[in-house]
């Protein structure tokens, strides 16, 4: 899987490759120093994934995020962040990203997020979704007002629950004791049910409408 680094920090893009090189499913195949830069890069490069800084000083990258779909750019993005960006991974939310992780995540789990995104599939590190609980009682959601058509059902619920604290698929079917097959199936299901095109939507959909 082809990767591209944006960060306006020298050497963060330095750790964060010096851990990739330590995965032979991974190459970094381009970096870039702030997200004016991304869409030239993306459109060079064809990377399979971009890992990418929510704050940087030119253009952040939500701001980068959203020129990558205007150009018509739909290549996963994973969104680096800190504690204190609720906010923006909020805004990131509705610009599309795909995954959000904090900046001291281990290689396993780094690995398992771009692996994740790359099957198409959407992901929250718990720290990160445990923030956004929190941010959410002072922000008021922008999402298209909504109606669920009929009750979730209990199993809805739990699937919600672990999906709100970053599991995949496989872990949800772990827990569950199901099948991964029969957990994406359900997944699609909710996600319809919730009037959402993505896991991430679904539970920030959830949360604001209190049903986990």
């Known amino acids: 899987m082809k990767v591209l680094l944006v960060d306006d920090q020298t050497l963060v893009r330095e750790g964060i490759k010096s851990l990739l090189s330590l995965s032979d499913n991974l190459l970094v195949v381009g970096e870039a120093s702030d997200g004016d ?4 890069a993306v459109t060079n490069l064809q990377p399979d994934v971009i890992l990418m800084d929510i704050r940087m000083p030119r253009m952040s990258g939500v701001d980068a995020l959203r020129a990558m779909q205007k150009a018509g750019l739909t290549q996963p993005v994973i969104m680096l962040t800190t504690f204190d960006d609720h906010k923006l991974v ?3 939310v509705q610009a599309g990203a795909k995954g959000y992780l904090l900046k001291d995540v281990s290689l396993e789990t780094l690995v398992d997020a771009i692996e994740t995104v790359y099957k198409g599939q959407t992901l929250i590190q718990p720290a990160v979704t445990e923030k956004i609980l929190q941010g959410l009682q002072g922000l008021q959601q922008q999402f298209e007002s909504y109606q669920t058509p009929e009750p979730l059902t209990d199993a809805e619920r739990k699937i919600l629950r672990l999906m709100a604290a970053g599991c995949s698929n496989r872990e949800i079917a ?5 099948s991964e ?3 994406k ?9 919730l009037g959402v095109r993505d896991r991430t939507r679904a539970v920030l959909k959830a949360i604001e409408a209190g049903l986990i």
């Open 181 to 183: 097959g029969t957990i």
């Open 37 to 40: 830069e991304v869409c030239q």
């Open 90 to 92: 909020l805004d990131a």
């Open 174 to 178: 772990e827990a569950l004791f199901k």
């Open 185 to 193: 199936n359900q997944v699609s299901s909710l996600l319809a049910k």
